[in-house]
């Protein structure tokens, strides 16, 4: 099995190289390994301008459910930061509605909210633990 690396971050791009890949006789699979691989390069570089991976990393939302995102995370976690734990819930797919229901309750009980704030404080909190 080869993984084919895929260049283009704009999805419009991606679909047409995707498509010239196909017409090349690239196996599917292939492409599709190299897809997963380009969208969590994404998120990680994300994750490295909010600070990095410190000892532990968790991963929620519907892509944890995703065998094939969790392969290309969990390699390339590896690959820039060294072995680490990655947890992942099998009832991740709910942390944003538990989140924005926090946020609702808190907007409803009449709390000033100030999302970047709340990001900012909790990455601190995060990041004093280690």
Known sequence: KRQIRINSTCT???????????????????IL?????????????????????????TFTGGVAKNEAAVKALKQLVAENYGPRTINISADSIYTGALGAALF???????????????????????????
Do not use: P, T
């Open 33 to 57: 390994a190299g897809l997963h691989r380009a969208i969590i390069l994404r998120a990680m570089s994300l994750l490295a301008r909010s600070g990095g991976i410190r000892d532990e990393f």
């Open 12 to 30: 419009v791009f991606a679909g047409a190289e995707l498509r010239d890949r196909l017409a090349m006789g690239q196996r599917r699979e292939d």
């Open 104 to 130: 609702a309750e808190r907007a409803y009980r009449g709390e000033q909210l100030d999302i970047e704030k709340e990001i900012s404080h909790g990455q601190r909190r995060l990041h004093r633990r280690h």
